[in-house]
């Protein structure tokens, strides 16, 4: 196993004068094997402290390095002993001392501590944010910066790396190529007009004419019109289209006005896209994707998941489990609002043929009815994008959106409208115009080619069972808020 050593440079020279490379990290301490009776030292914040009257300070110590913390037995014989009895949660400390076996309760080793430094204390200990006690996640959203320091905001912290990892760790053993799409860019790839506009003009802000905000992109810093991305799928079709297998990973913005527990205006998206691939490929690859990276988190991730698991979602890891071990069922969309029509449930809007699924519909269907991951398919070309295929019977598409219990829809995707003349039928001219270049990938060796984006803090939610997409994302984006 790779372990860290520390530079001298990652601290306060003043405060440190063990030499840096022997410092560990709690989760070395817990897990690789050192010897009982080894000189250690460790450097992170206190979880907590308790002093017994018989001269001793138990101190739990974490450093994000995993979910545990390490205990450190302080004993009135230290000369700063005093100060060891003040500190209170959330101070930072450094402490040299003996890796010893103890009988403790949840661990076979603790720290008996020759040294502890108080490196930075907490300023009126009774008002800091994050004391022991429980908070809700609203209320700890309110203190997204100090968030991280507790146990469930660590753990989806990283959760969250591991994801990423895995995310690559896949396309890459599966041959895809990670290629970077622009984040600022012409095109409205969704066609829902939610898109945040990027300029250096002021003047925009003020123009309330259509004309006048016409006169002034072309002023503008690109000469027309630009927004942040809402998704980089079109020129991934570019990519695609030449390297076969690619994928883009980076963020997403969206300024759709829904305070929703699922809707962030900032979000990380996954985007595989592939030539030659048809819908029924672009299925199966998503249904792969998931099981591989659910089963690599379940493998990797098993701590933080067991005590989310305990806090958060009790059926967490069997939920998980069943997604690794079960195939997905696919319905079409005529399918499923035939299910939806048939079910007694009430809903808040109607079902009707022609009308886009709710939240409330996908989630019925994946939590009531299947109870685990829906793949639908096939929906009416009015409800989706342009670039979506047009299947045989003209009134549908070969479209998918994958639904999971909880989070309703993870995925969307579709195979992508190859033929140059009934592409040319769904766009409008002024696209046509602007996306002459999309166009082009159908003038020159156009080949069937299918892809898909999944959103990561919907994908963490799910992993997580946490239910707020605001808990997914360490700073989220929504509206009417951008703090921190
Ligand atoms: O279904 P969407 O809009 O599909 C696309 O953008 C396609 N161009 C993707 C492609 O085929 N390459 O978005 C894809 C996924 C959704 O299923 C959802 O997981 C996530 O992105 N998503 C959001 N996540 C958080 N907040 C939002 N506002 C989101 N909008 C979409
Ligand atoms: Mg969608």
């Given at each position: 196993m790779f372990s860290f050593v520390p530079r001298p440079t990652m601290s306060d020279p003043s405060q440190i004068d063990q030499d840096s490379?022997?410092?560990?990290?709690v989760n070395d301490l817990l897990n690789l094997s050192i010897p009982f009776g080894d000189d250690v030292a460790v450097r992170g914040w206190l979880r907590s402290r308790r002093s017994s009257k018989g001269g001793f300070s138990f101190l739990q110590v974490y450093d994000g390095s995993c979910l545990q913390t390490i205990q450190a037995i302080a004993d009135d014989k230290l000369e700063n002993y005093d100060a060891i009895t003040q500190a209170s949660t959330g101070c930072s400390v450094e402490i040299l001392g003996r890796l010893v076996a103890t009988d403790g309760r949840d661990q076979d080793r603790e720290i008996q501590a020759t040294r502890v430094k108080i490196l930075g204390s907490v300023d009126d200990p009774e008002s800091y944010p994050i004391s022991k006690k429980q908070h809700t996640y609203e209320f700890l959203r309110s203190v997204a910066h100090l968030r991280p320091r507790t146990n469930t905001f660590g753990a989806i912290a990283r959760i969250r790396h591991k994801l990423t990892f895995a995310v690559h760790d896949y396309f890459n053993r599966e041959n895809f190529y990670w290629v970077n799409t622009p984040i600022i860019t012409a095109s409205d790839c969704e066609g829902a007009g939610e898109l945040f506009r990027v300029s250096t003009l002021d003047r925009l802000h003020q123009a309330n004419e259509a004309q006048e905000a016409k006169l002034d992109y072309e002023a503008d810093f690109f000469g027309t019109e630009t927004f942040l991305t809402v998704s980089g799928q079109l020129n991934l079709e570019s990519y695609a289209c030449a390297l076969g297998?690619?994928?883009?990973?980076?963020?997403?913005?969206?300024?759709e006005n829904s305070n929703t527990s699922r809707h962030l205006a900032e979000f990380w998206m996954i985007e595989p896209e592939v030539a030659f691939a048809t819908l029924k490929d672009n299925a199966a690859l998503a249904e792969d994707f998931l099981r591989h990276i659910i089963g690599y988190m379940l493998e990797t991730c098993g701590d933080d998941l067991t005590f989310l698991a305990d806090r958060v979602a009790p059926n967490l890891l069997d939920k998980l489990q069943g997604v690794v071990n079960t195939p997905f069922v696919h319905m079409t969309y005529s399918e499923a609002v035939k299910l939806l029509e048939d079910s007694d449930q009430a809903f808040e809007f109607p079902v009707k043929w022609g009308a886009d699924l709710q939240s409330e519909h996908e989630?019925?269907?994946?939590?009531?009815?299947?109870?685990?991951?829906?793949?639908?398919?096939?929906?009416?070309?009015?409800?989706?994008?342009?670039?979506?295929?047009l299947n045989d019977d003209q009134r549908t598409v070969a479209a998918m959106d994958v639904l999971v219990p909880g989070v309703g829809e993870i995925i969307g995707g579709s195979q992508r409208e190859e033929r140059l003349d009934i592409l040319?039928?769904?766009?409008?001219?002024t696209l046509k115009d602007e996306l002459w270049w999309y166009r082009d990938l159908r003038r020159y060796g156009t080949v069937p080619h299918a892809g898909f984006g999944l959103g990561l803090e919907r994908l963490v939610l799910y992993i997580t069972g946490m239910e707020n997409i605001r808990d997914a994302i360490p700073f989220p984006r929504v509206p009417n808020n951008a703090d921190f």
């Open positions: 490379s022997t410092y560990q990290t297998k690619v994928y883009s990973f980076g963020p997403t913005f969206r300024a989630r019925f269907i994946s939590e009531q009815v299947i109870k685990g991951p829906v793949v639908v398919t096939d929906y009416p070309r009015e409800i989706k994008a342009f670039y979506m295929r040319d039928q769904r766009m409008h001219s």
